[in-house]
């Protein structure tokens, strides 16, 4: 399975953006998938998964409220919502899926995108 993540860029505090991840193969629409995140000198966070029906969400205590994480499996595609952003959301972002719904990794990482959030 590849993983190609997009839509970062650079953004005001309190701002937004709206991140993808594109999947190739036909196994996407049974994995439940997540979104994970490493800032410069921090070890990769977990930040958000999906069931693979889209029906259940899971959160980090620190988006929460914040990120929405929603799929269209018709499309083989991931997206993370992400508003009222602080410069602590200050990441490159990765998806993959996710063998509990809570942050366990599967497949090899991405490239990335690089999401900048100025104070």
């Known amino acids: 399975v590849q993983l190609v993540e997009s839509g970062g860029g650079l953004v005001q505090a309190g701002g937004s953006l709206r991140l993808s991840c594109a999947a190739s193969?036909?196994?996407?629409?049974?994995?439940?998938m997540g979104w994970y995140r490493q800032a410069p000198g921090k070890q990769r966070e977990w930040v958000a998964a999906?069931?693979?029906?889209?029906?259940?969400?899971n959160y980090a205590s620190s988006v929460k409220g914040r990120f929405t994480i929603f799929r269209d499996n018709a499309k083989n595609t991931m997206y993370l919502q992400m508003n009222s952003l602080k410069p602590e959301d200050t990441a490159v972002y990765y998806c993959?899926?996710?063998?509990?719904?809570?942050?366990?990794?599967?497949?090899?990482w991405g490239q990335g995108t690089q999401v900048t959030v100025s104070s």
């Open positions: 993959n899926a996710d063998a509990t719904g809570w942050g366990v990794p599967i497949f090899h």
């Open positions: 193969g036909s196994t996407f629409s049974m994995n439940i």
């Open positions: 999906i069931t693979s029906g889209g029906g259940s969400t």
